[in-house]
């Protein structure tokens, strides 16, 4: 299925999927999302992104917030993350986006876009079915 | 002997964990290593790509690092693994 751009009349919320939201999470207005062009969404993002990349404890929080409420967490030993986001941050400031430092890029979008942290580790088998399992690097570890 | 290549990275952490147990292989078996960081030296990252077919085979589906590679026996193995299995491996 062939993801489009989709953008909230209302608030220029952009979303990019098979389909638009019903709910703006932004706003609240239900039925908000027209189609757009990817180059529109590239546009609005890019006058909307404030230029500023992501500091370590920046990443750090917002993986943190994102393992809230799932059955996985951020590895406890500080030392290994704090490698890890030094890592992840050195590959999206020389190859773009935010790489695992524990696979490498094959230059081939689909499958370079599986790799950029946080990955769907979950589906992988250092984790599936694993009671210890992990994401490849160790970022991420069952609860 | 079979000409053997570690594929890692710098910031990885099971690359550093290889590292000294791949310093004892070559002290104690005498087994070479070229080792061959990827994510900082693009030539380095192009020669593991080379190895795309063989890797991905072994390796979940991807290009993971640590990855070492048998030349020769066209054989890899990837993550981090115990120095015994290792060192039976490189030597077969």
Partial sequence: ???????????????????????????????????????????????????KDFEPEDFRKAIETFTEGNPFMVNPDRERVDGLIGGILGNESRHGLKYCPCRLM??????????????????????KDIEKGECWCSLFIKR | MSKLIMFHGAECPHCRAMHPLVDRLEKEAGIVVERLEVWHNEKNADAMRSYRPLITAKCGGQLRVPTFIKVEANDAVCGEIPYEKLKEWASK
Avoid: S
């Fill in chain 1, 1 to 51: 299925m062939k993801k489009r751009y989709w953008r909230c009349f209302v608030c220029n919320d952009i979303h990019i999927g098979v389909r638009p939201p019903e709910l703006c999470p932004t706003c609240k207005v239900v039925h908000a999302y027209v189609e757009i062009t990817a180059r529109e969404a590239r546009t609005i993002l890019g006058l909307l992104h404030e230029g």
């Fill in chain 1, 106 to 127: 094959t230059k081939e979008v689909e499958e370079d876009l599986k790799i950029v942290c946080p990955c769907n580790f979950t589906i992988h088998e250092t984790y």
